[in-house]
């Protein structure tokens, strides 16, 4: 039951969900209160009734003697008839000495469930002949015993039908209960439109955003929106921020990477176009190298912007990972295009094993731009290392070269997309740093480019915390 009561809540709307925990709630209070009504009613009613039963005690045992040896009664009948009529039911009563000896009225009228003390009236419910009856009963000592009896003491009970306790409760209780709904019909309308009024702002804020363009990313007014609704708004505020970012950064990226390659492509045409005209073999020979110089040229741009838009819509998957053993195997895959141009390549880790977190295919994909861009700019017969750091605050991949380096502005300036330095080889498109850069950040890190300690060239890291359970 309380499954399904929970699977329907989370299927229902904000009016079914006030509806199914407000309702029942309302309902139970509104049963306490009734029978907390009828409870009080009945205790009113008692009270009401046993004043009579009681004055009709004290009114007998004022008339009860032992003057003249025996024991005598004289009933005020009238206050009998006034009690008939209010009890809506037949009065009784017994007068009775201690050793039952002596006794009047009825004598099988039940008994009180305990023992009486003297002087002390008492109140008690019974049945008499199959009718539900309210009894008083009274215990006090007598001036003398009567003749032919023992008992100094005289037991005096009066007895009246609770048929017009229980209608006068009944009424009551009706009288409660027609008020009682028509107070929780108010509550449930006055609710009904103090919510519709509270949610009014909700249901023009999704009149607002239903009637927005695709492209319409601006921010949602806060400023008549309850307060309960603001975070969620500024929440949603900042994912459309964060999209938008991405948008104007997608945008940006295929403007630039239709440039790029739509200039390989006008090349392309220009070096065939060339190449049908020329009829001179060694220049179709040339026309067919240039040609062949320029397609690995777009293939290495499109390769680059591949992993440009890979690095920042893929995934980030952070996982433990031997640092040293990623040095050791970048190394060895571009150990020959070093050796092409008689460039030492080398590694260094702090221990033969160092390990790290941060999403390892990435991560090798930012280094071997680094490093390729290292070989590019590197004169020959330089050196390039690599090496790995770490610290409580998070690790650091670097490589380190010894070529022309860059200026303090150019630094600054660099990793932005098709942004190259001045010193830049023919045939690199800017997209290298551009790719660590955007892979760093995606660590919550970052790209630096410094000047080396000792002499000429370029200090590149990539630097990213730890995680915070770590």
Same mark, same amino acid.
């Given at each position: ?40 009613? =009945?205790?009113? +009613? ?8 009681? #004055? ?17 009664? &004289? ?18 009563? !017994? ?43 009274? %215990? $006090?000592?007598?001036? $003398?015993?009567? /003749?032919?009896?023992? @008992? ?17 409760? /009944? ?28 949610? %009014? ?19 949602? +007014? ?9 975070? =969620?708004?500024? /929440? ?15 945008? *940006? ?6 440039? *790029? ?15 049908? !005209?020329? *009829?001179?073999?060694?220049?179709? *020979? ?13 293939? $290495?741009? /499109? ?21 040293? +053993? ?26 033969? &094993? ?13 280094? @071997? ?39 303090? &502005? ?10 190259? #330095?001045?010193?830049?080889?023919? #045939? ?17 890190? &970052? ?24």
């Amino acid at each position: 039951m309380a499954l399904n009561i929970a699977a329907r809540l989370r299927r229902a709307s904000l009016w079914q969900r006030l509806a199914l925990l407000l309702f029942p709630a309302l309902l139970a209070v509104t049963g306490i209160e009734l029978w907390m009504t009828r409870h009080d009613a =009945l205790a009113a +009613a008692n009270a009401a009734y046993d004043r009579s039963l009681l #004055g009709a005690l004290k009114s007998i045992d004022a008339n009860i003697s032992t003057a003249s040896g025996g024991l005598s009664v &004289e009933l005020p009948y009238s206050m009998f008839e006034f009690f008939e009529l209010t009890a809506s039911g037949q009065v009784f009563f !017994r007068v009775a000495t201690s050793d039952g000896l002596v006794e009047l009225g009825s004598a099988d009228l039940p008994a009180p469930p305990a023992e009486l003390a003297m002087g002390v009236p008492s109140f008690y419910d019974a049945t008499y002949f199959g009718e539900a009856v309210r009894l008083a009963a009274y %215990r $006090r000592d007598l001036d $003398r015993a009567p /003749a032919g009896s023992t @008992g100094r003491s005289v037991l005096i009970q009066v007895g009246e039908s609770t048929r017009s306790r229980q209608e006068f409760t /009944a009424r009551f209780v009706r009288s409660a209960a027609l008020r009682d709904g028509l107070v929780l019909a108010m509550l449930l309308c006055g609710t009904a439109l103090a919510l519709a009024a509270a949610l %009014r702002p909700l249901s023009r804020l999704a009149r607002e955003v239903q009637a927005r363009t695709p492209d319409d990313l601006t921010r949602i +007014a806060e400023a008549d929106l309850p307060a309960e609704v603001r975070p =969620l708004v500024a /929440a949603v505020n900042q994912q459309m921020s964060r999209t938008q970012d991405l948008v104007v950064q997608q945008r *940006q990226f295929l403007d630039d990477a239709s440039h *790029q390659l739509r200039t390989h492509l006008t090349t392309l045409q220009m070096q065939a176009d060339y190449a049908r !005209r020329e *009829q001179d073999p060694v220049q179709v *020979q040339a026309a067919l190298d240039a040609l062949a110089t320029e397609i690995g040229r777009a293939t $290495r741009s /499109a390769q680059q912007l591949l992993a440009l838009g890979r690095s920042d819509t893929v995934a980030v998957e952070p996982a433990e990972f031997d640092l040293a +053993a990623l040095l050791r195997e970048l190394a060895v895959d571009l150990l020959p295009l070093a050796r092409a141009k008689r460039i030492d390549l080398g590694i260094h880790a702090p221990t033969l &094993e160092f390990f790290a977190v941060a999403d390892r295919g990435l991560l090798r994909e930012a280094l @071997g731009n680094l490093v390729t861009n290292a070989i590019a700019y590197t004169p020959t017969e330089g050196t390039i290392t690599l090496f790995a750091a770490g610290d409580a605050a998070g690790w650091s991949l670097n490589v380190e070269d010894d070529g022309p380096g860059l200026g303090e &502005e150019e630094r600054a300036a660099l990793g932005q997309r098709f942004r190259r #330095g001045a010193r830049a080889a023919k #045939g690199g498109f800017g997209l290298g740093l551009a790719i660590a850069r955007s892979i760093a950040q995606r660590h919550r890190g &970052e790209l630096r480019l410094e000047s080396r300690e000792a002499g000429t060239g370029l200090h590149a890291i990539i630097w990213w915390p730890r995680p915070a359970a770590s």
